[in-house]
Every structure is written in structure tokens, then in C-alpha cells.
């Protein structure tokens, strides 16, 4: 019994395109980590897409590494430090911090806490207005930050506080560089 040579071709055009399809769906699923993002990362990371996207700047992609060590910064201030902020000066990620009285903020509330500080901003001459501060909203929407990973701890001895810690690499803010 011989074969023809198109069903020849139509079976390694076949197994081809399965194997194709396998190493496809294998990257996908080792991309993404193997597990979907908590309601929590979506919504820091859909807060800070948002603001970045308000100014032609490209999305962050959420970082386990980076939302591991913000976490462990978190509760090192909450349980070390009562809740004061870390000092991050020299700090190898770039960073914002939010202490909040009333109770948790929620992503968001976080984020939007920082980009409230875009009223300030001047993109065409790169400054802030005076007596107020920008660095981080500019740290939200710096270009070259390409990683985000954050994290939040209800402080111990604070009645109805929180502190909440975003970490991005590469860092952002330096000096006379606009943000995007």
C-alpha cells in the first residue's frame, strides 16, 4: 500500500499545525504565570494604565516579584515602623507610599490619590507648580517604568489606617527628565 504524496504533505502540514498549536497555548499559560491576577493587582494595575494612558504613556505589567517585596515592605512598617513610611531614598525600584486615616483605601482610591497631583504638573516645561509636589504622580506615569507590583497593610496601632506601597522598575523621577 502506498501513500500519495499530498496526503503525505497533508499530514505534516497536520501534525505541524497541532504542534504549533501546542507550543502556542504552553506560552500563553507560562506568560501569564499560570494563574490570573487578584481582583486587587487588576485594579492597581487598571488605576495606573489609565493615568498613563491619559498621556500617551504605555501600560505597566504587573510583577510578582515587585508585589512580594512591596508586601513585605508593608508589613515590615506596619510591624516595625507603626505605620510611618518607609525610607526608600537609594531604593533600587521607584516607589509611592500612601498612609491613609478612615480605613483601607482601595486600589484605586490609592492611585488616585497620586494622580491627583497631575493638577500641579507642567508636562510642557517640566515642573510643578509651587508649594506642591509631583513626584508621584510623575513616578505613576513615568515611560520608561515598564513593571508595577504593590501592596497594602491595615496598621496595628492605628485605628482605621492603612499604609499602602506601589514599587515600579526601572525606577523614574530623576531629575530634569520628563516622565513621558
Known amino acids: 500500500m502506498s501513500s500519495s504524496p499530498t496526503s503525505f504533505v497533508q499530514a505534516v502540514?497536520?501534525?505541524s499545525l497541532a504542534t504549533l498549536l501546542l507550543i502556542l497555548s504552553l506560552g500563553s499559560s507560562a506568560e501569564a504565570g499560570g494563574a490570573?491576577?487578584?481582583?486587587?493587582?487588576?485594579?492597581?494595575?487598571?488605576?495606573?494604565?489609565?493615568?498613563?494612558?491619559?498621556?500617551?504613556?504605555?501600560?505597566?505589567?504587573w510583577s510578582e516579584a515587585l508585589a512580594n517585596a512591596s508586601g513585605r515592605l508593608v508589613r515590615y512598617q506596619r510591624n516595625r515602623m507603626s505605620c510611618q513610611f518607609a525610607n526608600?531614598?537609594?531604593?533600587?525600584?521607584?516607589?509611592?507610599?500612601?498612609?491613609?486615616?478612615?480605613?483601607?483605601?482601595?486600589?484605586?482610591?490609592?492611585v488616585e490619590k497620586w494622580v491627583e497631583e497631575k493638577q500641579y504638573y507642567s508636562h510642557a516645561d517640566n515642573t510643578c507648580a509651587p508649594n506642591h509636589t509631583c513626584g508621584v504622580y510623575t513616578q505613576v506615569v513615568w515611560r520608561k517604568s515598564l513593571q508595577l507590583g504593590c501592596a497594602q497593610a491595615t496598621c496595628l496601632k492605628k485605628v482605621q489606617t492603612s499604609?499602602?506601597?506601589?514599587?515600579?522598575?526601572?525606577?523614574?523621577?530623576?531629575?530634569?527628565?520628563?516622565?513621558?
Open 13 to 15: 502540514l497536520l501534525v
Open 88 to 110: 526608600l531614598t537609594n531604593f533600587r525600584y521607584g516607589a509611592n507610599q500612601l498612609w491613609a486615616g478612615g480605613g483601607p483605601e482601595t486600589p484605586r482610591m490609592a
Open 36 to 61: 490570573p491576577l487578584s481582583s486587587e493587582a487588576q485594579e492597581y494595575l487598571q488605576a495606573h494604565n489609565e493615568a498613563r494612558a491619559a498621556v500617551g504613556v504605555g501600560p505597566l505589567e
Open 163 to 180: 499604609i499602602t506601597i506601589c514599587l515600579y522598575n526601572p525606577p523614574g523621577n530623576y531629575v530634569g527628565e520628563s516622565p513621558y
